[in-house]
C-alpha cells in the first residue's frame, strides 16, 4: 500500500504537517504500507522531488502522474481511527474521492484513492496547466477533477464507508447551520476527519476535540 500527501512550499503547511500525518497513518494503517510525500523541499520521510512548477493545490495533479493503487490525504487530515476499510477500497480498480460535504453532486479532493491508471487526468491537465488554473480559479484541482476525471470510474467515500469519512465543518463542530449537524464531538465512527477551507488546526481552540487529536498525533 503506497499512502501519499503533497507539500508544496510557500504555503500554509510545512514539513510537521507530513510528519504528523506520517505518525497517524503509521498508528492507525494495520498493513504494510509506504509513507510517499510529493515534494519541492526536504521532508521527514519518503519524497519524491515535484516535477513542475505548478503552484499551491495544483501540485496535486502530479500523484497521478504514475501512482498506483494510491491513498491519498490532504495535510489538513486528521487520522483518528482503524483505516482497514478505507485501505482495502484504496486497492480496488476505481477512482474514489470525497463526495462535496455541502454540494451533493460536486467531488472533493483531500481524500482520495486509485487502484487504475489515472495518468490521462494528468496528461490532460499537462496540455496547458496555465490555462486551466485560470479557468478554475479558487475552484482548484477539485473542480477540475470533477469535470474531467473518467466518471465511470469515480466512485465516492461516502458511500463505499458510510460514517468513515466525515467533515469538521458539518459533522464535528457545533452546527452553525441547517447543512450541519456536528455536536462539539467527532462521531463515534469516524476514521477521518477533513478540514476543508477554514478552519484549520491552528484555527481552533486549545478544547475542541480535533485540535486536541491533532496536537496528540
Known amino acids: 500500500m503506497l499512502v501519499t500527501c503533497v507539500l508544496k512550499s510557500g504555503g500554509i503547511y510545512n514539513v510537521s504537517h507530513v510528519e504528523r500525518l506520517q505518525r497517524s497513518v503509521a498508528k492507525y494503517l494495520p498493513?504494510?504500507?509506504?509513507?510517499?510525500?510529493?515534494?519541492?523541499?526536504?521532508?521527514?520521510?519518503?519524497?519524491?522531488?515535484?516535477?513542475?512548477?505548478?503552484?499551491?493545490?495544483?501540485?496535486?495533479?502530479?500523484?497521478?502522474?504514475?501512482?498506483?493503487?494510491?491513498?491519498y490525504f490532504d495535510l489538513d487530515t486528521l487520522i483518528c481511527g482503524d483505516l482497514a476499510d478505507i485501505a482495502a477500497q484504496a486497492e480496488k480498480p476505481e477512482f474514489t474521492v470525497l463526495r462535496d460535504f455541502y454540494r451533493e453532486n460536486g467531488v472533493g479532493s483531500g481524500m482520495m484513492a486509485w487502484g487504475v491508471d489515472m495518468k490521462p487526468l494528468y496528461n490532460k491537465f499537462g496540455e496547458n496547466p496555465s490555462e486551466y488554473i485560470k479557468q478554475y480559479g479558487s475552484r482548484g484541482d477539485q473542480a477540475f477533477i470533477e469535470d474531467h476525471a473518467d466518471k465511470k470510474l469515480m466512485v465516492k467515500w461516502q458511500d463505499k464507508l458510510p460514517g468513515q469519512i466525515v467533515s469538521y465543518k458539518a459533522h464535528v463542530r457545533h452546527a452553525q447551520n441547517i447543512r450541519e449537524h456536528g455536536t462539539g464531538l467527532i462521531p463515534l465512527n469516524a476514521r477521518v476527519v477533513c478540514l476543508h477551507g477554514r478552519p484549520k488546526f491552528d484555527d481552533m481552540t486549545e478544547v475542541d476535540p480535533v485540535r486536541q487529536a491533532w496536537e496528540a498525533a
Not at 526536504?42 to 501540485?59: A, F, H, K, Q, T
Open 31 to 71: 498493513i504494510k504500507h509506504r509513507f510517499v510525500c510529493l515534494s519541492d523541499v526536504d521532508v521527514p520521510c519518503e519524497r519524491i522531488v515535484l516535477r513542475n512548477l505548478w503552484p499551491g493545490w495544483w501540485s496535486k495533479m502530479e500523484l497521478f502522474w504514475r501512482l498506483q493503487p494510491v491513498l
